[in-house]
């Protein structure tokens, strides 16, 4: 469903053309927020393809780890949330190819066993297996993944065997006793840039708030800047990248993580591993929130700035963190715009407005999609429906603080240029958090 940013009445494909404009528009039920999208390379998993995790998942088969270990630390970070709002609902996790990667395999005598996917996780995999004395010529034959049997099956011959989320079976005959043969040959390859081309194909179908990429590499960094922007000027997906040593984005899609942390076991994350905790604390917070001075959970130290550097920063369009007392706080919740148009000012700079920004237009996107076009028609009749839905909406939005002063008079239907078209005028005001007090103490 085509959809965007419209500056003239000019569109070939039937769709919702949505346009933003400080002081004067912004604009059915209220959506959801939640969703991060991530490319990780990992040692284990589906390569090339999405996969969705929630907290509720069994990341084992899917990441080769279990949830709690150094390997998925990115998802642990992920889905903390802070003090005062909610973890993303879904983490759409994509698993890059690599160039140079290989499947663990070994065989034992007419049985070859072969890892599901490439990578080193496959060289932690072993068979063992064992001759019964009843039934006679059976045998148990045992997945063993670190020393833990992740599945066992009772077979005479090879072909009965099933594959498992661990390996998969080939061969002819009868099985054979061993005490435990290993996997090997299992390599992680190398990611190369060309990797990330796909995930952009591959992700841009899908409904996400953030996307976040804790890599380093410029090419990539171009590739996603770009994306970014062509998903929420073109395609009407309203959406923000969260990444860090970026040169100057200069957008009020990106967010810039310019801090490192130290968690409370001691381990020391980087900026770029910090947007795993910032992607989704960002996806999680609603319209309606902040993460300014919100808490990062099991976060105990930051580099300090001087107040002078934080300014700096800030001024910079970089989103970054300081600590007090022991923990650790967002100092402002921006994105990494720095340059204001009329059109698009500084208010836009402000995470929270942002939100409120991609959750109507998505809201109003997905629903006019559904219910409006090709449905509704383009007369008087069917021009009184969209006022309705979209006042309707608003005052949701409104009840739950994240506009205020809207009234009914603050929506406009008006015939567009061509027979099938309409112009929709939505006047707005958005509501921030409090983030400056300024206090008077009078001693007498």
């Known amino acids: 469903m085509p959809g965007g940013i419209w500056t003239s009445q000019n569109k070939a494909l039937p769709g919702v053309y949505i346009r933003f404009k400080t002081g004067t528009a912004l604009g059915l039920t209220v959506g959801e927020r939640g969703v991060v999208t991530i490319c990780e390379p990992m040692s284990w998993g589906p390569v090339a393809q999405v996969t969705p995790v929630t907290l509720t998942t069994d990341v084992t088969p899917i990441t080769g780890y279990d949830i709690t270990t150094p390997q998925n630390r990115f998802l642990q970070e992920m889905f903390k949330g802070t003090n005062r709002t909610g973890a993303p609902t879904t983490i759409l996790l994509y698993r890059p190819t690599a160039s140079g990667s290989a499947q663990a395999a070994v065989t ?21 297996i064992t001759e019964l004395t009843e039934p006679e010529s059976a ?36 099985l054979a006793a061993t ?17 990330y081309s796909a995930y952009l194909s591959t992700i841009e179908p899908y409904k996400f708030d953030i996307m976040v990429y ?14 970014i922007e062509r998903v929420n000027e073109n395609n009407g997906q309203y959406c923000q990248l969260v990444a860090s040593g970026l040169s100057n984005p200069d957008s009020r899609y990106v967010i810039n ?13 980087t900026p770029q591993q910090v947007t795993w905790w910032a992607g989704g604390a960002s996806a999680g917070a609603l319209y309606n929130q902040s993460l300014t001075y919100a808490q990062y959970p099991g976060a105990v130290s930051t580099v300090m700035r001087t107040t002078d550097e934080y300014v700096n920063q800030i001024q910079a369009g970089n989103f970054v963190l ?25 208010v836009y700079s402000k995470n929270r407005v942002m939100r409120l920004c991609n959750t109507i237009a998505n809201d109003i996107f997905q629903q006019f999609s559904e219910s ?12 009184d429906r969209f006022p309705a839905a979209i006042v309707g909406y608003l ?35 958005a509501v921030d958090s409090v983030e400056k007090i300024y206090m008077t103490i009078e001693v007498s």
């Open 108 to 128: 034992t005598g007419e049985l070859t066993a072969t890892a599901v996917y490439p990578g080193a996780r496959g060289n932690d995999i072993s068979l063992i």
């Open 179 to 195: 005490t435990g043969a290993a996997l090997t040959g299992g390599a992680d390859g190398t990611v190369e840039s060309a990797a």
């Open 372 to 383: 409006f076009i090709g449905v509704v028609n383009n007369n008087e009749q069917g021009g």
């Open 257 to 269: 993580i310019n801090s490192p942390v130290t968690l409370s076991d001691g381990t020391e994350l």
């Open 214 to 227: 804790d890599g380093s590499d410029s090419t990539v960094q171009t590739a996603l800047l770009s994306f």
């Open 395 to 429: 005052q949701q939005i409104q009840d739950n603080q994240g506009i205020q002063n809207f009234t009914s008079d603050d929506v406009e239907v008006l015939a567009g240029s061509a027979i099938d078209a309409i112009v929709v005028n939505v006047a707005i005001q």
């Open 322 to 346: 300081f600590a007090e007392n022991g923990v650790v706080k967002v100092m402002q919740d921006i994105n990494s715009m720095t340059t204001y148009t009329e059109d698009i000012g500084q």
């Open 139 to 174: 045998f148990t034959v045992s997945t063993v993944v670190d020393g833990a049997i992740v599945d066992q099956q009772t077979a005479s011959q090879i072909s009965e065997l099933v594959a498992n989320d661990w390996v998969t079976f080939s061969g002819t005959g009868a």
